[in-house]
């Protein structure tokens, strides 16, 4: 991260349980604004677990979550939303019964302040596609289709900071390049992005900075260049 960048997102040391297992072991990572940061590491390593825990769906155990300083953990889901931070789960959860248009306008909300203000307009010039289909409802989409439909529903609430769990699992090679061509631009308007994304080339391309996880925690971190230099790393966490 430049030394000159302004931190907006801290984590803190953060753990998290499932019932009694031990998933998050002190997770230590920061976010700068106008960053992308992927979260990457095998099956298992805490990753999702790390994203579901920053917005309060499984409450941290201890730790800090601060949004431009101000502690997020431990609060309750829609008021780490409005906060400041947005979350596209890997299940996709659309309103299956509601149109794509309808769906979009759910998710609307006012911008916090330095936050970029985001359109329908805009969502539809970044996947036309959805434009196509604004009066189909959602359950009634394809797989794609519904995770072009949750990226847009979630940047309509203005986020200062998006977190993306695994965008392109399971689409086809064009939408995969839509996805990352709509990532890239978020970051060029100013939102930061923390992305996990099993496809290494995806996360690589791009990412900012890259944090391995392994066993609940944070092993590596360092730049996409870097990381695919050390063969070690590479070897010990990400090697199948």
Request: proline content about 5%; overall charge neutral.
């Amino acid at each position: 991260m430049n030394a000159n960048s302004e931190t907006l997102l801290r984590i803190e040391d953060l753990h998290a349980h499932y019932g009694k297992s031990h998933i998050l072991h002190g997770v230590n990572f920061s976010v700068a604004r106008n960053e992308v940061v992927s979260l990457l590491g095998r099956n298992g390593s805490g990753r999702s677990t790390t994203m579901k825990a920053i917005m309060g769906l499984v409450p941290p155990t201890s730790g800090r979550v601060l949004l431009r300083e101000r502690e997020l953990a431990g609060a309750r889901p829609y008021a780490i939303c409005r906060a400041g931070i947005a979350y596209v789960p890997e299940e996709r959860e659309v309103f299956a019964n509601l149109t794509v248009e309808e769906n979009l306008r759910m998710g609307e909300q006012p911008a916090p302040p330095g936050a970029h203000r985001w359109t329908v307009e805009q969502m539809y010039d970044y996947f036309p596609r959805l434009k196509e289909r604004r009066d189909t409802k959602a359950g009634s989409m394809s797989g794609g289709e519904q995770q072009m439909l949750t990226i847009c529903r979630s940047l309509l609430g203005n986020p200062l900071v998006i977190l993306i769990d695994e965008p392109t699992e399971g689409l086809a090679p064009k939408i995969v390049a839509q996805v990352a061509e709509c990532i890239r631009d978020m970051h060029s308007k100013g939102v930061s992005v923390v992305l996990v994304e099993q496809k290494l080339v995806i996360a690589l391309k791009v990412s900012s900075r890259v944090c391995v996880m392994g066993h609940g925690r944070i092993v590596y971190e360092g730049g996409p260049q870097e990381l695919m230099s050390n063969d070690r790393v590479l070897a010990e966490w990400l090697a199948v």
